[in-house]
């Protein structure tokens, strides 16, 4: 009897939740889980395709630098991603998990292109991409105020909310392109690009939409550190039961933010289809509202490391476009990679949250 | 009619397992987005399994019986690893739910795509598709008993045998969620998972074998897709089912009972699209928007009559540590 007493279950090691690590200590973690996903993805890359990991990696720098062209193409694609990025980031920071990002992109951009499709020719040019530009805003914010408005009053959850609504905008979208006879040959559900109502050429295509994302930064990083409501936000995010302790009305904080949010998704929606595009399809938004919430997170929600994590998906994205290229593999290889660095980062958050502690070895557990 | 009601289940299947998948796992708290690419990859390993199968043996020395199980063992694996990569990152590792599904979604189209697409290059084949006439027809066997039975025979019997597993498996799932300890346990973990700990329930091996389980059963919406439903792979074929399925969670109320219904439905709306002749394509692109509307009317619903056995699951998408109570 005595002897199962003093037999004590104990575990190899526990965990602990770290209280604060120094930023450098985390970045080097980060650097390290980075390092560990390319040695991971190179003998994936060798296993799949059987060829030499360095040309490999040669040919990913080669298709996000090869030349002046592509880099600009590269910092335009990283733009639009953080774009969304940042629209998802208040809303995250509240812990509102709008997942419709994609939606409220898709909304701005059928905005977008219905405002210049019925007003073109009426106004003037730059009046028709200011009204185009209000109605992308307008549309984008509309459709995160609607789950935001049910999840202020009731609760309902607003991560499926959001979801739903993405495929909802997706075929609103597909409907749209039917009933108005946008299509270039029937059935096609093909629509050319607009000639009028395009974002003006400054320098070149891209750097309009660069440079009004830059701007979107700072603001967003003002806004969320420096602004009354931004601290609200957190304070929201933190814990609502404090919030309303403290006299911040939950409920206008959840909709000012999904508005705010929504409209910024549908900034990027008219970036998209004034910018870049041209036209309008269920796909425009190519899946930047789902990659921009893992940029969002893996940056902490800090607007100045969203630009090194939507730079570093956008510099994968276009790396193995080029490895698929010149090796000539499917296209979806590069979607294996993506998913492999995004695990090996999700994972390194672990390390940097929290602490293993091994089992002290005590003469009475011996 | 017959056809209406054939092409409806169906549609109906993939719904199904991978909606029964995904209600076990969010009971035990895990919110998994990476559902659709578990589903492509469940669909895709299955393909690599028969195909290899095939071509290691040749068309003509197919045993029926092991190529199947060959298939469904590949399918099973290549569902496990992907509910073990979330099922690690999520629970030992505590990772963000959202963002974790959502990597594994990617990560999975990916891996159906690439290797779709690449094993039509292996074969020589000239078109994007893998045909796997040879032991899909397997997977299409009807109950011998069918034909002398009328339009009951058509109705009820007319399909493969992993349709009635997609059933006998929903109604099991309900069975062991609402009637038994072990579903009970999942209940608590699920809704409050510090709760559970303390009666001694073992959170974790609870929320992995849940959501490795559900990862398993929601592959076998993509094998269906691929095996039963079209006999070839195509990529991005599958399409959007995934998503849906998760709308169908929130459907049924995390019910895989009512799910069963409810898949039969969305499958008939999907159905209406396609069979009804005349009707203009903006209805059918309303019919396709329909299941995504119904869902989310159904989300407000519950969320306003706030009845407690209608919510999701208390702790859904919160990770659980141990020494934070």
């Given at each position: 009897m005595s002897n199962i007493a003093t037999k004590k279950h104990e575990p190899l090691f526990h965990i602990v939740k770290r209280n604060a690590i120094p930023w450098w200590k985390a970045w080097i973690v980060r650097a390290i889980s980075i390092l560990l996903a390319v040695v991971v993805c190179s003998f994936v890359t060798i296993l799949l395709t059987k060829q030499n990991p360095v040309?490999?990696?040669?040919?990913?720098?080669?298709?996000?630098?090869?030349?002046?062209?592509?880099?600009?193409?590269?910092?335009?694609?990283?733009?639009?991603?953080?774009?969304?990025?940042?629209?998802?980031?208040?809303?995250?920071?509240?812990?509102?998990?709008?997942?419709?990002?994609?939606?409220?992109?898709?909304m701005g951009?059928?905005?977008?292109?219905?405002?210049?499709?019925?007003?073109?020719?009426?106004?003037?040019?730059?009046?028709?991409?200011?009204?185009?530009?209000?109605?992308?805003?307008?549309?984008?914010?509309?459709?995160?105020?609607?789950?935001?408005?049910?999840?202020?009053?009731?609760?309902?959850?607003?991560?499926?909310?959001?979801?739903?609504?993405?495929?909802?905008?997706?075929?609103?979208?597909?409907?749209?392109?039917?009933?108005?006879?946008?299509?270039?040959?029937f059935g096609s559900q093909i629509v050319s690009p607009l000639r009028i109502g395009r974002l003006p050429k400054v320098y070149n295509d891209h750097l309009v939409i660069i440079l009004t994302v830059a701007l979107i930064t700072l603001f967003m990083y003002i806004y969320l550190n420096y602004t009354k409501q931004g601290y609200e936000i957190s304070v929201v995010g933190e814990s609502e039961n404090t919030a309303n302790y403290i006299g911040i009305n939950v409920k206008n904080v959840v909709i000012r933010t999904m508005l705010i949010s929504g409209a910024i998704c549908g900034l990027a929606g008219f970036l998209l289809v004034s910018g870049k595009d041209g036209t309008v399809s269920p796909d425009t938004a190519d899946g930047r509202g789902f990659t921009a919430i893992m940029v969002s997170w893996l940056a902490k929600f800090n607007p100045i490391y969203m630009i090194i994590t939507s730079f570093l998906l956008v510099f994968f994205q276009f790396g193995s476009k080029e490895i698929t290229r010149s090796f000539r593999l499917n296209d979806d290889f590069s979607e294996i990679l993506t998913g492999i660095v995004i695990f090996f980062i999700i994972g390194s958050e672990f390390f940097i949250n929290y602490q293993i502690k091994m089992r002290k070895l005590t003469k009475e557990g011996k | 009619m017959t056809v209406f009601i054939q092409g409806a289940i169906r549609q109906a299947m993939p719904l199904l397992f991978g909606a029964t998948g995904e209600i076990l796992t969010e009971k035990s708290g895990n919110l998994n987005l990476g559902?659709?690419?578990?589903?492509?990859?469940?669909?895709?390993?299955?393909?690599?399994?028969?195909?290899?199968?095939?071509?290691?043996?040749?068309?003509?020395?197919?045993?029926?019986?092991?190529?199947?199980?060959?298939?469904?063992?590949?399918?099973?694996?290549?569902?496990?690893?992907?509910?073990?990569?979330?099922?690690?990152?999520?629970?030992?590792?505590?990772?963000?739910?959202?963002?974790?599904?959502?990597?594994?979604?990617?990560?999975?189209?990916?891996?159906?795509?690439?290797?779709?697409?690449?094993?039509?290059?292996?074969?020589?084949?000239?078109?994007?598709?893998?045909?796997?006439?040879?032991?899909?027809?397997?997977?299409?066997?009807?109950?011998?008993?069918?034909?002398?039975?009328?339009?009951?025979?058509?109705?009820?019997?007319?399909?493969?045998?992993?349709?009635?597993?997609?059933?006998?498996?929903?109604?099991?799932?309900?069975?062991?969620?609402?009637?038994?300890?072990?579903?009970?346990?999942?209940?608590?973990?699920?809704?409050?998972?510090?709760?559970?700990?303390?009666?001694?329930?073992?959170?974790?091996?609870?929320?992995?074998?849940?959501?490795?389980?559900?990862?398993?059963?929601?592959?076998?919406?993509g094998l269906y897709y691929v095996f039963e439903y079209t006999g070839n792979w195509s990529n991005n074929g599958f399409g959007?089912?995934?998503?849906?399925?998760?709308?169908?969670?929130?459907?049924?109320?995390?019910?895989?009972?009512?799910?069963?219904?409810?898949?039969?439905?969305?499958?008939?709306?999907?159905?209406?699209?396609?069979?009804?002749?005349?009707?203009?394509?903006?209805?059918?692109?309303?019919?396709?928007?329909?299941?995504y509307l119904a869902t989310i009317f159904i989300l407000i619903i519950t969320s306003i009559r706030n009845k407690?056995?209608?919510?999701?699951?208390?702790?859904?998408?919160?990770?659980?540590?141990?020494?934070?109570?």
């Amino acid at each position: 009897m005595s002897n199962i007493a003093t037999k004590k279950h104990e575990p190899l090691f526990h965990i602990v939740k770290r209280n604060a690590i120094p930023w450098w200590k985390a970045w080097i973690v980060r650097a390290i889980s980075i390092l560990l996903a390319v040695v991971v993805c190179s003998f994936v890359t060798i296993l799949l395709t059987k060829q030499n990991p360095v040309l490999v990696w040669g040919a990913m720098f080669k298709g996000a630098f090869g030349t002046e062209r592509i880099v600009w193409r590269l910092f335009r694609d990283i733009s639009l991603l953080l774009c969304v990025s940042l629209a998802v980031t208040p809303a995250f920071k509240m812990r509102f998990w709008n997942c419709g990002a994609e939606g409220q992109v898709l909304m701005g951009c059928l905005a977008t292109f219905a405002t210049v499709r019925f007003l073109g020719g009426t106004v003037s040019e730059p009046l028709l991409l200011v009204i185009s530009l209000a109605a992308a805003l307008i549309a984008g914010a509309v459709w995160g105020l609607i789950p935001a408005v049910f999840y202020a009053f009731f609760k309902t959850n607003e991560t499926l909310f959001t979801l739903m609504m993405n495929y909802v905008a997706k075929g609103l979208i597909t409907l749209s392109i039917i009933y108005f006879q946008w299509e270039n040959t029937f059935g096609s559900q093909i629509v050319s690009p607009l000639r009028i109502g395009r974002l003006p050429k400054v320098y070149n295509d891209h750097l309009v939409i660069i440079l009004t994302v830059a701007l979107i930064t700072l603001f967003m990083y003002i806004y969320l550190n420096y602004t009354k409501q931004g601290y609200e936000i957190s304070v929201v995010g933190e814990s609502e039961n404090t919030a309303n302790y403290i006299g911040i009305n939950v409920k206008n904080v959840v909709i000012r933010t999904m508005l705010i949010s929504g409209a910024i998704c549908g900034l990027a929606g008219f970036l998209l289809v004034s910018g870049k595009d041209g036209t309008v399809s269920p796909d425009t938004a190519d899946g930047r509202g789902f990659t921009a919430i893992m940029v969002s997170w893996l940056a902490k929600f800090n607007p100045i490391y969203m630009i090194i994590t939507s730079f570093l998906l956008v510099f994968f994205q276009f790396g193995s476009k080029e490895i698929t290229r010149s090796f000539r593999l499917n296209d979806d290889f590069s979607e294996i990679l993506t998913g492999i660095v995004i695990f090996f980062i999700i994972g390194s958050e672990f390390f940097i949250n929290y602490q293993i502690k091994m089992r002290k070895l005590t003469k009475e557990g011996k | 009619m017959t056809v209406f009601i054939q092409g409806a289940i169906r549609q109906a299947m993939p719904l199904l397992f991978g909606a029964t998948g995904e209600i076990l796992t969010e009971k035990s708290g895990n919110l998994n987005l990476g559902i659709p690419g578990i589903m492509y990859v469940g669909a895709i390993s299955g393909v690599i399994g028969a195909t290899i199968y095939e071509h290691t043996v040749g068309a003509e020395a197919i045993v029926p019986a092991l190529a199947v199980s060959i298939t469904l063992l590949a399918s099973f694996i290549g569902s496990l690893l992907m509910g073990l990569i979330y099922s690690f990152l999520v629970i030992s590792l505590r990772a963000n739910q959202n963002v974790t599904g959502l990597a594994l979604t990617t990560f999975g189209i990916g891996i159906g795509n690439f290797f779709g697409g690449s094993l039509t290059k292996i074969i020589g084949s000239q078109t994007a598709n893998i045909s796997l006439g040879n032991i899909s027809k397997y997977f299409k066997m009807t109950p011998p008993i069918a034909d002398k039975l009328g339009w009951f025979g058509d109705w009820f019997l007319s399909y493969g045998f992993l349709t009635y597993v997609g059933i006998i498996v929903a109604i099991i799932a309900g069975y062991v969620l609402k009637r038994t300890r072990v579903g009970l346990h999942l209940r608590a973990v699920g809704e409050n998972p510090a709760t559970a700990d303390a009666t001694g329930v073992n959170v974790t091996k609870y929320k992995y074998v849940a959501t490795c389980t559900g990862s398993v059963i929601a592959g076998l919406g993509g094998l269906y897709y691929v095996f039963e439903y079209t006999g070839n792979w195509s990529n991005n074929g599958f399409g959007d089912r995934g998503w849906l399925a998760i709308a169908l969670v929130i459907f049924a109320l995390w019910k895989p009972v009512i799910a069963i219904i409810g898949s039969i439905l969305f499958g008939a709306l999907y159905m209406l699209g396609i069979t009804t002749t005349g009707i203009s394509r903006e209805l059918k692109e309303v019919y396709e928007l329909l299941p995504y509307l119904a869902t989310i009317f159904i989300l407000i619903i519950t969320s306003i009559r706030n009845k407690k056995e209608n919510h999701p699951p208390a702790s859904l998408g919160l990770s659980y540590f141990r020494e934070e109570r």
